[in-house]
Each structure stands twice: as C-alpha cells, then as structure tokens.
C-alpha cells in the first residue's frame, strides 16, 4: 500500500505540474491581450551580406482561439544595416513561405501576395528614425488554426544583412501604428472575425483598443565582414609528349588565410568535434564551361552536388609555420585540355562552421568575382619554352 500511495502522490505531482506548464502557456499572453504577435530570425549573429529568414507566430487569449495569417505585417528597421530581400512588389521573391497550416488555404497568384511600398511608405523614415517594410497577405479561404494553448506559425520571410552593415546589435520590429486596420485576422468563440481596432469592438470582450495586440520583436547582432581566403600562387604541370606536351595536365593552387582572421574566426580549428568556428575542408573549384563561373553552383559543387563543366578538389591540410604566421593550403585538379574548349576558371575556398554552428562556403574576394582564369596556350609555350 505504501507503494501504491507513492505512485499516487507522483501522479498528483505530475499533474500539479502538468497544470503549471498548461497556466504558463497562457501566462505567456499578457492578461488585456487578444492576440500576441511575434518575429524570429533564423540565427543570432550574421555577417554582412548574409540573409535573414524571419518567422512570424501568433497566439490567442481564450477570447478568440483562432488565428489567420492574413493582413498586414509592416517591420521598422534600420536601412543601414538591413534591407528588403529584393525590391519586386512579388512576395514570392521575398521568399515567402506559408507555414504548413495556412499553405492549404493560401491562394499562390500574384493578386493574393504582395510587397506594398505605396501602402507603407516605404523610403521614408518613421519616427526612431529607421525605415518601413510591409506584406500584406490575402488567404483564399476562411481557415484559421487554434492557438490558445500555443503560438503557431503563419508564414515566413527574408531580409538581407547590407553588404556595408557595421558591427552590432539590429531589432527588426512591429511597427505599432500600423496595427489599427486589415491586421492580423483572429476570431472569436462565435467565430466572428475580428482585425485591428479600427474594425473591431474589443470593449465587448472586455479588452482595450490599445492593449489588444501584443508584439514581440526580434534583435540580431551583426559581427565583422567574416574570414578572408585569398590566391598566393598557381601552378600549371604539364607531360611533355614529344615536341608538345600531354592531353593531361594540373593544376595547383595555392591559397591564403591571414593570422588575423585565423585567431578571429577559426578559433577551434582541428578540433575534430568542434560544431563552430571549425573548418572542414578547404581547396579550389575549377571551372571549364563557356558561360561564367557561378558562385552559388560552385558552393553547390563543394557540398556534394555535381555540375556540369565545374570539378573541385577539397583537402582537410592546412600549412601554418607558427601561432604568428599566415595559413597556407594547396589543391591539385587533374584536367584534360581536350574537355577545356577555353581557359580554366577558379575559386579557392574554405567551407567552415560559423560562430553560430551555421555552414559557410566563402571564395577568393570580389576582385575576383568571374574567378581567377588560366591561360592554357600561355602556359603551355611558357613550359615548352623553359
């Protein structure tokens, strides 16, 4: 019986918690509050340059247990450091996506998804001096999702870190003033609809035009540009095959890393079970086709996925004398000149673990944006003529 009596007494303790946890779910929602709205990034820290998906969640008081994605969502953020995704008024190249929940009810035409400049203003400043940002979003049905117990998701977005961003600390947050029409369509128990206050009675739930959306903004820190991988010489071997040389022939790439950017960022570099600020391979990627080299296609080729006309050569061997030197690291390409109808085109790169565990792939600077081009003819006469 003294058994039986403990395990009761664990399940009333189970219990006891279990209602703890259900009253903070709802605690969560400040008590004069319908509908608490809120925006997450997808990381904590970014570089300049680096896109930013923002996800937006909401939840209800048990006044209106359900919520919709559809209405207007307009963000205030600071222009010197973040800017839209892109410029087209098409939400579909912001890359907008409707949580799962809301994607059966999301009418996917170009009438239903918009970026609004004209609407929100966009280029002027508002009053803590940031810029503007609106979507507006249409639902092609009346589908709402319960969140009372929980916040849901309804939909996300991308911004972009600027390219010239200084270090530190960003909040991309709600514009409150925006929220006084056409926001956010919630229900009621009697699942009748209920948006800002412009177009709502709240009073008849016992709630205050003022109080009746709750937001909860999002704070990213930008840090330094990133690491730096740069060219520090190339090589061409050929075979000589009698009074010219073999179909066959390397290339050898040697690349850099400065000590300064080592100590900043690769701070637990050999630790074979670091899950940030660790490299895991470095090397070139070589490209032989007609059309350009393409970096994203190339990132794609260093992370396992083939193309066409692009070949890269990977080692984990980096080469550095000292704790005050430079690292090196070298990479080797077997090419044949018969499958080259032009010059070789290459990038060196450095695949890593950021700060944040997240994968990057950087190449050699934008002074090298079309990749670094080997003349074949030229090295070939030059060995033949050595």
Same mark, same amino acid.
């Given at each position: 019986?003294?058994n039986?009596?403990k395990?009761?007494?664990?399940?009333?303790?189970?219990?006891?918690?279990?209602?703890?946890?259900a009253?903070?779910?709802?605690?969560?929602?400040?008590?004069?509050?319908?509908?608490?709205?809120?925006?997450?990034?997808?990381?904590?820290?970014?570089?300049?340059?680096?896109?930013?998906?923002?996800?937006?969640?909401?939840?209800?008081?048990?006044?209106?247990?359900?919520?919709?994605?559809?209405?207007?969502?307009?963000f205030?953020?600071?222009?010197?450091? /973040?800017?839209?995704?892109?410029?087209?008024?098409d939400?579909?190249?912001?890359?907008?996506?409707?949580a799962?929940?809301?994607?059966?009810?999301?009418?996917?035409?170009?009438?239903?998804?918009a970026?609004?400049?004209?609407?929100?203003?966009?280029?002027?400043?508002?009053?803590?001096?940031?810029?503007?940002?609106?979507?507006? /979003?249409?639902?092609?049905?009346a589908?709402? %999702?319960?969140? %009372?117990?929980?916040?849901?998701?309804?939909?996300?977005?991308?911004m972009?870190?600027?390219?010239?961003?200084?270090?530190?600390?960003?909040? /991309? &947050?709600?514009?409150?003033?925006?929220?006084?029409?056409?926001?956010? =369509?919630?229900?009621?128990?009697?699942?009748?609809?209920?948006?800002?206050?412009?177009?709502?009675?709240? !009073?008849?739930?016992?709630?205050?035009?003022?109080?009746?959306?709750?937001?909860?903004?999002?704070?990213?820190?930008v840090?330094? &540009?990133?690491?730096?991988?740069?060219?520090?010489?190339?090589? %061409?071997?050929?075979?000589?095959?009698?009074?010219?040389?073999?179909?066959d022939?390397?290339?050898?790439?040697?690349?850099? /890393?400065?000590?300064?950017?080592?100590?900043?960022?690769? !701070?637990?570099?050999?630790?074979?079970?670091?899950?940030?600020?660790?490299?895991?391979?470095?090397?070139?990627?070589?490209?032989?086709?007609?059309?350009?080299f393409?970096?994203?296609? &190339?990132?794609?080729v260093?992370?396992?996925?083939p193309? !066409?006309? =692009?070949?890269?050569?990977?080692t984990?061997?980096?080469?550095?004398?000292?704790?005050?030197?430079?690292?090196?690291?070298?990479?080797?390409?077997?090419?044949?000149?018969?499958?080259?109808?032009?010059?070789?085109?290459?990038?060196?790169?450095?695949? =890593?673990?950021?700060d944040?565990?997240?994968?990057?792939?950087?190449?050699?600077?934008?002074? =090298?944006?079309?990749?670094?081009?080997?003349?074949?003819?030229m090295?070939?006469n &030059?060995?033949?003529?050595?």
């Amino acid at each position: 019986m003294r058994n039986v009596k403990k395990a009761l007494g664990i399940v009333m303790i189970l219990a006891m918690l279990l209602n703890v946890v259900a009253l903070a779910a709802y605690a969560a929602i400040p008590s004069d509050t319908v509908c608490e709205v809120t925006v997450e990034a997808d990381k904590a820290t970014y570089a300049p340059g680096d896109e930013i998906t923002l996800t937006i969640y909401g939840q209800t008081s048990s006044s209106c247990p359900g919520i919709e994605m559809a209405g207007q969502y307009i963000f205030g953020y600071d222009s010197a450091a /973040i800017e839209p995704y892109s410029d087209s008024v098409d939400l579909t190249q912001h890359g907008f996506t409707a949580a799962p929940a809301h994607a059966a009810a999301f009418d996917n035409s170009m009438s239903q998804i918009a970026l609004h400049h004209e609407l929100i203003g966009m280029g002027t400043t508002v009053s803590n001096g940031d810029m503007m940002i609106g979507y507006f /979003i249409a639902e092609d049905s009346a589908t709402y %999702v319960p969140a %009372v117990a929980e916040r849901v998701q309804l939909f996300s977005v991308k911004m972009r870190v600027s390219a010239t961003a200084a270090p530190g600390d960003y909040t /991309i &947050a709600f514009n409150r003033a925006s929220w006084d029409d056409g926001n956010c =369509y919630i229900q009621d128990e009697l699942a009748d609809g209920l948006y800002g206050a412009g177009f709502c009675t709240p !009073a008849d739930l016992g709630y205050s035009e003022s109080t009746m959306f709750a937001f909860k903004d999002v704070t990213i820190h930008v840090g330094a &540009a990133g690491p730096v991988v740069d060219k520090a010489a190339q090589q %061409v071997k050929f075979t000589p095959d009698g009074a010219g040389v073999a179909d066959d022939f390397k290339l050898r790439v040697k690349s850099v /890393i400065t000590d300064a950017d080592w100590d900043a960022y690769f !701070a637990n570099t050999g630790v074979a079970s670091a899950s940030t600020d660790a490299i895991q391979s470095v090397g070139i990627v070589a490209y032989k086709g007609t059309t350009g080299f393409d970096g994203d296609v &190339a990132k794609g080729v260093v992370n396992g996925t083939p193309a !066409a006309n =692009y070949e890269a050569a990977q080692t984990t061997y980096i080469q550095k004398a000292d704790d005050a030197s430079d690292a090196y690291f070298g990479a080797i390409i077997n090419l044949k000149h018969s499958t080259c109808d032009y010059d070789i085109t290459y990038m060196g790169f450095v695949k =890593y673990l950021d700060d944040s565990g997240a994968p990057q792939v950087i190449f050699y600077p934008a002074s =090298y944006v079309a990749g670094v081009s080997t003349n074949y003819d030229m090295a070939k006469n &030059a060995f033949l003529g050595a």
